[in-house]
Nanobody, 117 residues
């Protein structure tokens, strides 16, 4: 059973920074994609950033402010969030895809990020 343990959320003032972490365990197959999605109240879940190998993709709204990275040895993905804005307020969910063929997707419980103005 794949487990995702997220940490790093919290309350920060606009312009501040936070770093999210997500450690994956329990998979016997390769983790191919790791990333972060977020969901604000009353809105659909949206992609924030994903990383596969050395390739990273970001939502336009976070480009230049957020950086995703991955430690393969620890099966951990990080999201460094700088210059935070009130509109970044959301529950941030870790995401992993396991396997290249017949892959499976897993989601973390989420960590709250609140940015005050």
């Amino acid at each position: 059973q794949v487990q995702l343990v997220e940490s790093g959320g919290g309350l920060v003032q606009a312009g501040g920074s936070l770093r999210l972490s997500c450690a994956a365990s329990g998979s016997g197959r390769s983790i191919t994609v790791m990333g972060w999605y977020r969901q604000a109240p009353g809105k659909q879940r949206e992609l924030v950033a994903v990383i596969s190998g050395v390739d990273a993709n970001y939502a336009d709204s976070v480009k230049g402010r957020f950086t995703i990275s991955r430690d393969n040895a620890k099966n951990t993905v990080y999201l460094q969030m700088n210059s935070l804005k009130p509109e970044d307020t959301a529950v941030y969910h870790c995401y992993v895809r396991i396997g290249w063929v017949n892959s499976n997707d897993y989601w973390g419980q989420g960590t709250q990020v609140t940015v005050s103005s």
